[in-house]
């Protein structure tokens, strides 16, 4: 990760964008050393998005089922693998 004062990236904004566009590098953009901003590029977005998505859906099923005698850390267990696929969510109903 690169890391820019916010003078900087205002000074060549142009170049850090091709940086992230071509070579998917991330920006972090810094005011008096302290990170204020972030440049990502496409495929980290969808990333983030598919990860939101993920964590939307598990909450969902968590309040759906709530009434279940599963502990947080068991259903963080059964959906560990879920996540690092591809952040499929699967439901109880999916499979009947």
Not at 4 to 19: D, I, T, W
Not at 45 to 63: F, H, I, P, S, V
Not at 80 to 95: N, Y
Request: proline letters at 3%; one cysteine or more; glycine letters at 4%.
């Amino acid at each position: 990760m690169l890391k820019v004062s916010v003078g900087e990236a205002k000074n060549r904004l142009p170049y850090f964008l091709h940086l992230v566009e071509e070579k998917n590098e991330e920006i972090q953009i810094t005011r008096h050393g302290k990170p204020v901003a972030f440049i990502n590029g496409k495929d980290a977005m969808q990333k983030l998005e598919r990860k939101q998505k993920y964590l939307d859906g598990l909450n969902a099923w968590r309040n759906k089922y709530e009434d279940c005698l599963l502990s947080n850390s068991e259903v963080d267990a059964f959906f560990e693998r879920e996540k690092e696929d591809d952040f499929t969510i699967r439901h109880p109903e999916d499979f009947s």
